[in-house]
């Protein structure tokens, strides 16, 4: 088999928007931060529709009020009643799992006079199969930021593979992204388009978020990319993962969970740099700063296959903080960020002094030319 070693994938969604339907809102009226109206997302049905073993999944936010729309009575496949098999509601997103003895080109589903049709999406887990692979959400990291961190891992860990999940980038195209990464070493980069809308965020006067797309784009991830993948790890643009010894892939592959988690540590530029900083710029403590949460690093196979991913952790029922390794962990770097969530991260101050580990560490990874 011929595979793109880097290649641009879309989704086969769906949306209810001109039918007159919409999401009912997960948090109540009082608990809305600034913004929410505007970033909710009420119309989106299903991201993405896989075709896979027999099946077809639908990936979807949180269905709520519009489960009706996702049952077998409104189902259909290639103009054919569908057979569900089997429904997974997870914290903050659904997928429907839907058989298919032969490949649907199309899946639709109707509520009265309103019908909606979309295609559909081919396994693409081949294109990731037995190596060290990472994924990302992100929307108008700049490129080099994106090259940056690629560098980074591969020197530091073995990683081989990038899945970047762009989330509608308007300061580029998703090439941009492709072109950045040609030239670091990986052996095969995909950037897949996300159109939807992030979903509203918590706000530091605690209004409450709402965001089924991450979680939603991580579990797309596993079962139509990633999921024959040596190991995955999960870690932004901006999440530096260092190590005092071996590859975070190989610690995941010879753990008997089949996974690692590490926390991280806010690292900043020193007093005085100017943005647009880089990650090597990040050689400075934090003032006050606290750990940061969990990220981690797993192998996709085995029991491990229908365990469902989250942001900090798998979604799995174990006492994570206590299985923390101390030997892997994360920077965080401040400057690293396009301040979407208005957090005022490019702020000058704040910054302690010089830390010898990371300025060390990325002085050899991320040497200036």
């Not at 941009?176 to 095969?188: E, F, H, M, N, Q």
């Amino acid at each position: 088999m011929s595979l793109p070693d880097f290649s641009i994938a879309e989704m086969a969604s769906l949306s209810v928007a001109g039918s007159g339907l919409c999401r009912d809102a997960i948090i109540p009226p009082g608990k809305r931060g600034e913004g929410f109206d505007a970033a909710y997302d009420r119309t989106t049905l299903w991201y993405d529709a896989v075709r896979r073993d027999g099946a077809l999944l639908l990936v979807c936010p949180k269905l709520l009020n519009l489960a009706p729309l996702l049952s077998e009575d409104a189902l259909r496949l290639d103009g054919t009643p569908a057979r569900i098999c089997r429904v997974r509601r997870w914290r903050r997103h659904d997928i429907i799992e839907i058989a298919a003895s032969t490949p649907a080109a199309t899946v639709s589903t109707s509520l009265g006079a309103w019908r909606g049709e979309s295609g559909t999406s081919p396994d693409q887990s081949a294109l990731f199969a037995g190596l060290n692979a990472s994924l990302h959400i992100s929307r108008n990291n700049r490129p080099e930021w994106v090259a940056d961190w690629a560098r980074f891992h591969i020197g530091e860990h073995g990683l081989q593979a990038m899945l970047v999940m762009d989330n509608a980038s308007d300061a580029y195209p998703p090439e941009a992204i492709l072109d950045a990464l040609a030239p670091t070493g990986l052996k095969r980069a995909v950037v897949l388009k996300v159109p939807q809308t992030y979903g509203p965020v918590r706000t530091k006067n605690g209004g409450g978020g709402a965001k089924f797309l991450q979680p939603a784009m991580l579990n797309l991830a596993r079962l139509r990319f990633l999921r024959r993948a040596r190991a995955v790890l999960n870690a932004d643009i901006d999440e530096l993962v260092w190590s005092r010894g071996g590859s975070v892939f190989d610690a995941a592959v010879k753990s008997r969970l089949g996974f690692v988690t590490f926390s991280g540590r806010w690292r900043m530029p020193p007093a005085g740099l100017a943005p647009p900083f880089r990650h090597a710029d990040h050689t400075h403590l934090r003032r006050n700063g606290t750990a940061c949460p969990t990220k981690y690093c797993l192998r996709p196979d085995g029991w491990r296959a229908g365990i469902g991913w989250d942001v900090h952790k798998p979604e799995i029922r174990l006492p994570i903080g206590l299985l923390k390794r101390g030997d892997f962990g994360y920077w965080h770097c401040r400057g690293i960020t396009t301040n979407w969530k208005s957090y005022n991260r490019l702020s000058p101050g704040g910054a302690g002094p010089e830390d010898p580990f990371t300025a060390a560490k990325l002085a050899e990874r991320l040497p200036r030319g």
